[in-house]
C-alpha cells in the first residue's frame, strides 16, 4: 500500500482533524513503530504501529472487508463512474482508493459537499431504497432577502413528477447579506428525508427562489466538518455501524 502523511491517516481514521493531528505530532505525543514522529512523517497503513499519547491508532472500519468512504465533492463533477460527454467525474478524485467504490446517492453536477462511497451492495441498497429515511442536511445559498413567507412556502406540501414529498425541514440561517460583488443572498439550512432527482433545486425554483450554492454538509450523524474539497477519508467504525443499524 502507498505511504501516507501521518496527518492524513489519523483523519482516516477518524480520530483527529488534519490540524489538530499536526498540532499532537509538534508535540511528540505520536510515535510510529516506537519512535516519536515529526511533522511531515509518511506511513504504510496496516504496516507501520502508530500510538497517539501510548495508545495504538487503528482504522478498525477497514477490517469488515468492505471500503467505506466520504468525500467532500467540489462542484463541476458528475456522480457517475464514466461521463460519455467527458465531462469530470467524482471516480477522478478516487484514484488512490485502493478498492472498486460506488457513489451512495448522488448530487448533481453544481452541487458540492459530502458523497458516500462503498463497496458494500448490500448497505447501499438499504441507504437507497425509498423507504428509508435518514436525514440530509444541506445549507443553500440563495438570491435575495427571504422571510418567513419563502420558508412557509417551499416547506407547504408540494408535488414533483406526479409525487407527493415528504415533508421537509427549512431554517433561515442568514438573509440580506451581500457577497463580494455587493449582491444580495440568504441563507437556508434544509433537511430531506428523501432524494428526489434534483429535489432542493426543483423546490427552490416552485417557491421561486433562485438558488446560488448548495452544499451537503451532514447525513444523519456523518457530518462534513473540515474535510477539504476535493478529498477523501475512511469512514471510522462508528460512523459505519451508525449507518448499517440507522
Sequence with gaps: MEKIRLQKYFTDCGVLSRRRAEAEIAAGAVTINGIVA???DKITPGIDQICWRGQPVVNKAQNTGHTYIMLHKPPGYVTTMADEQGRPCVLDLLVDVPTRVYPV???D????GLLLFTDDG????KLT???HSIPKIYLVKVKGTLDHTDIKRLTAPMELDGYMLRPIE???CKTGERDKGGNLYSLLKITLYEGRNRQIRRMCETA???VLRLRRIAVGALVLSDLPRGKWRHLTETEVQYLQNA
Design 129 to 131: 431504497h425509498p423507504s
Design 105 to 107: 446517492g448522488r448530487l
Design 208 to 210: 421561486q427562489l433562485t
Design 170 to 172: 427549512a431554517q433561515l
Design 38 to 40: 515529526s511533522i511531515g
Design 109 to 112: 453536477m453544481y452541487s458540492e
Design 122 to 125: 448490500a448497505l447501499t441498497n
